[in-house]
């Protein structure tokens, strides 16, 4: 069993449910094992400004996959959701990442691993350190990395009783 943590995001339709569906395709995997789940965070679009904000979360798993059949694992998820590709950073119904896979590095065009942005993005830190606030990414404690980033477009949405 290899330990992973997947982004999740979305910003078109029912953001919650497209979440909700995604982390249901996941239990259901015959192996994958889902051992926490982060709360949701509204956070404003990096890059493409024209759409409406995400709801984001990181998800901690534990998996025999290999990192290239949980990737396809993860395409299949964005495919069976629709997800479209269309404006680098844009619109899309949900998004799915590998961010971390225990003792696993790539740096090749199909999979880098750990995922090359998200030392740099709130969206995905901030959650993270939620569900894993001992972690270190490049041997740099998550505490430190969070301390460099802007964090004024990221909000921890309660959760309905």
């Given at each position: 069993?290899?330990?992973?943590?997947?982004?999740?995001?979305?910003?078109?339709?029912?953001?919650?449910?497209?979440?909700?569906?995604?982390?249901?395709?996941?239990?259901?995997?015959?192996?994958?094992?889902?051992?926490?789940?982060?709360?949701?965070?509204?956070?404003?679009?990096?890059?493409?400004?024209?759409?409406?904000?995400?709801?984001?979360?990181?998800?901690?798993i534990d998996t025999t996959l290999?990192?290239?059949?949980?990737?396809?694992?993860?395409?299949?998820?964005?495919?069976?959701?629709?997800?479209?590709?269309?404006?680098?950073?844009?619109?899309?119904?949900?998004?799915?990442?590998?961010?971390?896979?225990?003792?696993?590095?790539?740096?090749?065009?199909?999979?880098?691993?750990?995922?090359?942005r998200m030392t740099q993005r709130a969206f995905v830190m901030?959650?993270?350190?939620?569900?894993?606030?001992?972690?270190?990414?490049?041997?740099?404690?998550?505490?430190?990395?969070?301390?460099?980033?802007?964090?004024?477009?990221?909000?921890?949405?309660?959760?309905?009783?």
């Open positions: 069993m290899s330990r992973v943590f997947l982004g999740l995001g979305s910003n078109l339709g029912n953001k919650k449910q497209n979440l909700q569906q995604a982390l249901e395709f996941l239990k259901n995997h015959p192996k994958i094992e889902i051992i926490k789940i982060s709360s949701y965070y509204e956070t404003k679009p990096i890059g493409y400004q024209n759409q409406d904000w995400f709801i984001n979360m990181v998800v901690m290999n990192p290239y059949a949980l990737l396809e694992v993860c395409n299949t998820i964005e495919k069976k959701l629709k997800r479209k590709r269309v404006i680098r950073w844009g619109p899309r119904t949900i998004d799915v990442d590998i961010l971390l896979y225990q003792g696993y590095l790539s740096h090749n065009e199909k999979l880098t691993i750990p995922h090359p901030i959650p993270l350190y939620e569900i894993a606030p001992n972690i270190k990414i490049n041997n740099q404690p998550i505490q430190e990395i969070i301390k460099t980033l802007e964090i004024d477009g990221i909000k921890k949405i309660v959760k309905e009783k």
